[in-house]
């Protein structure tokens, strides 16, 4: 359980500061990518080096580590203490855990992603969505998510945040982000409410460009100012800004180019923490960003991060030393202003308790971690966990010609309409999963892939070809740079290529956006399913055939 | 010049109308793709015993037949005399001459877009627009041009009419397309005004679903309504309507899905004919699209086509015939009906002198041809024409740094970052030709269209690479399924990889979407150009090298 700090607690961070030096209060305020390092753990000597070159605060770890180590949490949590034993100031290790530990970590638990939670709807859920997140991430070394969400869909076009967040509704977002905000805090892992101030208007990518959040204070007050202001009341140890503009609250010789939240004091300083009231660790989104970098050149683009009431940079890249150096030396940033930052951080580190490393760097309030897992009772629950969310969200949004649920023993010939093929992706986005399973229970299965020619059902219909049902799944990853996470391409072929057929009314599955009908609305059935979370998969199978019900409640509106 | 009908061509009708069976007056309403018969110019008792068959009206020549044929007009004029000659009652050939008889056929004159043209918003152009595809057009043979459109792009995300329409505004519009129409007709040249009740308000795309134009009674009647009725005073002789959904116009039991305007007779008898007044011929967009293929099983999309009041169906495939003589038997479709349209059809081929045809099948009103091109002073007119289009067309959208025009004495070294790449595309679409015409003009051009890692333009700044101009072309392929004209896939990431440079500041040129700064709103510089026509590129390097001035004003409103 986390709680306010000790006064000796208070003691250490005071003396803390005391001991360092300039560079090494900057470092508090950047966070690695420990991913662009080339260490081993074994290059103790280099390691070394570097730290006491650029002492940085903390280290994130993403998806290149994950990518190129085994996977397994006993190797994390190995590389980790590495890091902690050679630094001379304990480190933080956040992930982008937003769907569990095993976002970060392949052996660990990856539940279904926030919408699904929020399809289940379920408090007590999304405070075990957090604990075990927690549990799991702290036995791998982490001691901060970069998670949860606390955006609202509110424009269906956005292609950042389709899956990533907890829907459309202020109320249902505050209350689950808070129970999960809980649930890991609870358990030692800090949360991170993001990104503020609020993604889900604007119909662009702040990978791409600085979005735009344009709606008028009134308006935000009810929606993203009562999520926020819950999430604080709810005990959030930091918040992220996004590459995020939000117009109203700029003066008026702002307005003219977007001003991404995280360089505008108006928004960290003004809003964040005098309005809202918030006194935590505010960290940027990731600034090597399209929404970041056109602000202005290097110097100009940290030095207004830093001013705006930024503590911790995300990914500034070693540079950012030689810059905060000068600005410090030339007045652009004071002492006190650097001072406040450094306390916070230190604040933060001393309520998760990581002054009391041991001197192999290990973190002894962490759970018992077990080579690569975690005692397989508590795995388990975790499973359980994640296997109820993925069972208690699948959504049937349109049943109108009554065919779901179906009948197994009148079905043994199905045909797939792949609208597009995720053959390829990250561990958790295999469409082909889906046909894989559709074969296990012993259905004989056509996948249909190649939309030229256009008529290829059509012909296939007139050479007497039929099946007791037809699937017609759709995904699009998140992060592919799509820029919308519509239909195109390949897959806007597909659409129009499986109305040629005459008999065939596939039943939809959207194994990505819930507004699949904008683009598709002539489909008879449609189920959400929101992600191709493995569980989630045999689930959705599951209902089709009437084997569990329907549980899942759109979490967002949809006039269908 | 075309008139109304003399007594003579009056009982040419009637005559002609007396003589047909049932199955030939159903053959007057179909049009039929030439590129889907297998048939060469050659097998004249195979073409004989086609038309026999199936005894259809009017052809449609397109895309396939452009690109098996060397694209000559003379091979064009020589196909279609010959089906005239084998066909019992006179054909109408039509294409969609959208941006000139180049449309069609490669060795004639392409005009750039009709978004190009209202850029240049010269009434005297337009109707030379429409001449010209006229002269060229009937000189190969045409006789029908489903062109010009209409429609109002009043939805920046629509992804149809993106450069193929005249605007945003509908009183330019009306007069542009009304200027258009008058060339072509005044010409011997059938005009289409497109696709009624009006495309640009939806998202979507027809090809793929239908599309709705969800404008109120009142704002329908100011835009789309206003068009239209200005179209029609011009003299149109044919309307198409699209697969698009008007809901106002529909009666309350109607409205639960999409009712495309190809199937209401409240839009094509009521809104178009009674209320709007049009007495010629209506066709319907293609028959084989998505927007279409939904509505029904075939027999009942057929149907409902005809009985809503629609003449011609384009490519209903020849299935139709048993359709409509069924119809027919039964009662679904009277004889009047039918009788209905084939005169109107007849009417217009009348007006267009088809019947005059010798025994060649040689249309003498049309101009004359000399092997595959006009006599040189005709298409040295029409090349006049489109490359005042492509000169007074090119729009300076941008220039808060001042950059253009470029001195061309300080600038031999540039970079072009290709935002996409379309080296394979139609004849039209090469963005390639954009880095000839630099390197033609002597510069040194280094070119990036790699966009992984991120960071390349960064690292070669660093490397102490500098050029004195960069330039960030865009263009996306309409008809490309891509169901969006934004920049998406590898073009958003082109956008993100961009600003990693600290000192590139890159000169953007659209060749397609005139919104491109929606998607790229930090570019200081930015000229709108609407197409990769070949004289549209060469003028678009002119006017940034300040050797002739930006003439064109933006012909949708953009908020900069």
């Known amino acids: 359980m986390l709680k306010g700090l000790s006064e000796e607690e208070q003691r250490w961070v005071e003396r803390t500061m005391n001991s ?27 390691i070394t080096a570097y730290l006491e070159r650029y002492p940085v605060g903390s280290f994130f770890i993403g998806g290149e580590i994950i990518l190129k180590a085994a996977g397994k949490a006993g190797d994390y949590r190995r590389w980790i203490e590495t890091y902690q034993k050679l630094s001379r ?96 805090q609870d ?94 660790v505010v960290i940027s989104d990731a600034l090597d960003m399209g929404g970041f ?9 940290i030095i207004d991060c830093f001013a705006a009431g930024t503590d911790v940079l995300l990914w500034p890249d070693t540079r950012y030393f030689e810059v905060m150096e000068q600005a ?27 002054q009391h490393l041991d001197e192999r760097g290990r973190d002894n309030q962490a759970l018992e971690l077990f080579d690569d897992r975690l005692a397989p009772e508590r795995t388990a629950e975790a499973l359980r966990v994640g296997a109820e969310i993925a069972r208690r969200s699948v959504t049937l949004v349109r049943n109108r010609a009554g065919i779901l649920p179906l009948e197994a023993a009148s079905v043994s010939k199905v045909l797939v309409i792949m609208l597009n093929k995720v053959t390829e992706g990250r561990q958790f986005e295999k469409m082909g999963r889906f046909v894989e399973l559709l074969r296990a229970r012993g259905l004989e299965v056509d996948v249909l892939d190649q939309f030229e020619p256009l008529s290829t059902l059509r012909t296939w219909e007139e050479a007497g070809k039929s099946w007791d049902a037809a699937f017609m799944p759709y995904f699009m990853p998140l992060h592919g740079m799509m820029n919308t996470a519509r239909p ?12 040629h057929a005459e008999t065939i009314r596939p039943i939809g599955i959207s194994f990505s956006t819930p507004y699949l009908l904008k683009d598709i609305p002539f489909l008879d059935t449609l189920v959400n399913a929101y992600s191709l979370h493995e569980e989630t998969i045999e689930y959705t199978i599951k209902a089709i055939f009437g084997e569990i019900p329907f549980e899942g409640k759109s979490p967002v509106e949809l006039t269908i």
Not at 151 to 156: H, M, S, T, V
Request: glycine share 10%; hydrophobic share 45%.
């Open 20 to 46: 360092m030096t300039l560079r090494e209060k900057i470092g508090q305020t950047m966070q690695d990518h420990a991913g662009r390092l080339p260490f081993k753990e074994a290059d103790e000597d280099k």
């Open 187 to 280: 358990h030692g892992l800090a949360a991170c409410a993001k990104h503020f101030p609020g993604d889900g208007v604007d119909f662009r990518d702040q990978h791409i460009i600085t979005t735009v959040n344009d709606l008028s204070e009134a308006e935000w007050l009810t929606t993203y100012g009562e999520v926020t202001s819950r999430v604080i009341k709810a005990g959030v140890l930091s918040v992220m800004t996004g590459h995020i503009a939000l117009p109203w609250a700029e003066s008026a010789d702002r307005t003219e180019a977007p001003v991404p939240a995280t360089v505008s004091s108006a928004i960290t300083n003004g809003l964040l923490r005098e309005r809202l009231g918030f006194d935590g």
């Open 488 to 499: 195109v391409g390949d897959a806007a072929k597909a659409i129009w290529a499986m109305q």
């Open 89 to 184: 100031y304990p480190l933080l290790f956040s992930g982008d855990l937003e769907f569990g530990a095993g976002s970060a970590v392949r052996s660990l638990t990856a539940f279904p992603p926030l919408l699904a939670l929020a399809a289940a709807d379920d408090g007590a859920l999304a405070y075990e969505y957090g604990k075990y997140t927690a549990l799991e991430g702290r036995a791998a070394g982490f001691t901060w998510a970069l998670a949860p969400g606390m955006d609202l869909l509110l424009n269906w076009l956005n292609p950042v945040i389709t899956t990533r967040c907890l829907g459309d509704n202020p109320e249902r977002t505050a209350r689950l982000a808070s129970a999960i905000i809980r649930g890991m």
């Open 328 to 354: 410090i030396g030339d007045g652009a940033i004071t002492m006190e202003r650097l001072d406040q930052s450094v306390r916070r951080i230190l604040e933060m580190k001393a309520r998760l308790g990581v």
């Open 293 to 301: 970098l056109s602000w202005g050149d290097y110097k100009r683009r």
